[in-house]
């Protein structure tokens, strides 16, 4: 993709409409000590989440499955004695589930171990045949399991790229990403493409462009870049063939509790219900077909945590004109940002400007008698990317705006 054509996405991007999905929920803790960088899997309506760095700086190995039908927390056979580790990397192929390399000390990892539910019991499978890693992200295609980036003994964020048939237990190299490396980033694959954002490269920039990738072609198309700053310990999930975007840090070690997804129809970037939380990194996230949950992480004081919350049906359509209550002029805005209404008198209670991240800068109460036109002062606001919301019966409706 040419960067001029992901220059007009952006343009498009900032007077698009959004409406506030359904609220996140609190379902039961984490089960164990609270913790980050752990890993996770999915089999079924069950998420098997375990590893990471515990309070203390403590490396785990124990395992815990959360039934997210009834969201309640079982555990399970946790990695053999002696395998504790961070920075990991979980998936799955439906039936069996995976947990492949990471930190353990000062160690990185190239092991591979199966976990059979039916049996609840650990299989050492064979290594990656490269040297180990830790901070990789992954997704799976088929059979197959891809390795992505992820940070070596001699390479702060390598560029490589690995292939682990499930079905034969072997490996394959698949090159190089033409992008170069990533540390930390996340990723997921919908529809037989794999989808990799953010992540930290060999020079220690922290990356926001979204990539495709074409396992039949092993080739890589820039899709979007994200319309704030670029991040590491987020989370990509595939929520019912959307891609969703949870939390991170920036390079400013600020944390977030946003939620975002990305409309596969305009290449537009819309910003969901974020957290009702501490802002955090380095969760472990995942999804059925009904709801993404987010658990554990740390947040910015590095105080780790063992809350679980739940969202269902974190998407609502921004397409119907139904929703179209509103309009905004100019954009960019620069002292004044002006509310323009099909009819006076549309019932909503306040005025919200918060930032990308979450955060509320101005709330402003409204009654019923402010006519087809308000006017907003915006002049105090530094230059960037902001979301104006309205509190209306049917829900949370906003857009987002440029202050320059």
């Known amino acids: 993709m040419k960067l001029t054509t992901v220059t007009i996405l952006f343009c498009f991007h900032v007077v698009s409409t959004?409406?506030?999905?359904?609220?996140?929920?609190?379902?039961?803790?984490?089960?164990?000590?609270?913790?980050?960088?752990?890993?996770?899997?999915?089999?079924?309506?069950?998420?098997?989440?375990?590893?990471?760095?515990?309070?203390?700086?403590?490396?785990?190995?124990?395992?815990?499955?959360?039934d997210m039908l009834t969201d309640t927390w079982e555990t399970i056979a946790p990695l053999p004695e002696g395998m504790d580790r961070q920075y990991a990397s979980g998936f799955s192929n439906g039936t069996v589930g995976f947990i492949f390399g990471?930190?353990?000390?000062?160690?990185?990892?190239?092991?591979?171990?199966?976990?059979?539910?039916?049996?609840?019991?650990?299989?050492?499978?064979?290594?990656?045949?490269?040297?180990?890693?830790?901070?990789?992200?992954?997704?799976v295609i088929d059979d197959t399991a891809y390795f992505i980036g992820g940070s070596t003994?001699?390479?702060?964020?390598?560029?490589?790229v690995w292939a682990y048939n499930m079905t034969f237990d072997n490996w394959t190299f698949k090159?190089?990403?033409?992008?170069?490396?990533?540390w930390r980033a996340t990723s997921t694959a919908i529809n037989a493409k794999g989808y990799l954002i953010f992540g930290l490269d060999a020079a220690g920039n922290y990356t926001k462009d979204l990539y495709e990738y074409d396992p039949i072609l092993n080739e890589w198309d820039l899709k979007s870049t994200?319309?704030?700053?670029?991040?590491?310990?987020?989370?990509?999930?595939?929520?019912?063939?959307?891609?969703?975007?949870?939390?991170?840090?920036?390079?400013?070690?600020?944390?977030?509790n946003d939620m975002w997804h990305y409309d596969f129809s305009n290449s537009d970037w819309n910003q969901l219900a974020s957290l009702p939380s501490d802002a955090r990194?380095?969760?472990?996230?995942?999804?059925?077909?009904?709801?993404?949950?987010?658990?554990?992480?740390?947040?910015?004081?590095?105080?780790?945590?063992?809350?679980?919350w739940k969202i269902t049906n974190p998407i609502v359509s921004i397409e119907s004109p139904a929703l179209m209550t509103f309009d905004i002029y100019p954009n960019p805005a620069t002292d004044v940002l002006h509310l323009q209404f099909e009819s006076a008198n549309q019932n909503f209670q306040q005025i919200n400007i918060t930032?990308?991240?979450?955060?509320?800068?101005?709330?402003?109460?409204?009654?019923?008698?402010?006519?087809n036109s308000i006017p907003l002062d915006v002049s105090h606001l530094a230059n960037g990317l902001y979301i104006i919301s309205l509190d209306f019966k049917d829900g949370t409706h906003s857009k987002k705006f440029v202050k320059q």
């Open 281 to 308: 990194r380095g969760g472990m996230c995942f999804t059925n077909s009904s709801a993404l949950f987010y658990t554990t992480g740390i947040n910015h004081s590095n105080v780790r945590l063992k809350e679980t």
């Open 175 to 182: 090159g190089n990403m033409p992008f170069g490396g990533r």
């Open 226 to 256: 994200f319309p704030a700053d670029g991040r590491v310990y987020a989370s990509l999930q595939n929520y019912n063939n959307q891609l969703i975007l949870v939390a991170g840090v920036d390079s400013s070690q600020t944390s977030y």
């Open 355 to 371: 930032a990308v991240d979450g955060q509320v800068l101005k709330t402003q109460a409204y009654n019923l008698n402010h006519g």
């Open 153 to 160: 003994a001699t390479s702060a964020a390598t560029s490589e």
């Open 102 to 139: 990471g930190l353990s000390g000062s160690t990185n990892l190239n092991d591979l171990w199966m976990y059979d539910p039916t049996t609840d019991n650990w299989q050492s499978k064979t290594p990656l045949p490269g040297v180990g890693r830790k901070g990789m992200s992954s997704f």
């Open 18 to 66: 959004i409406v506030f999905s359904q609220s996140w929920v609190q379902v039961a803790d984490f089960p164990d000590t609270e913790r980050d960088d752990g890993a996770s899997f999915v089999i079924g309506n069950t998420a098997y989440c375990g590893t990471g760095l515990k309070t203390g700086w403590i490396p785990s190995r124990d395992i815990h499955a959360f």
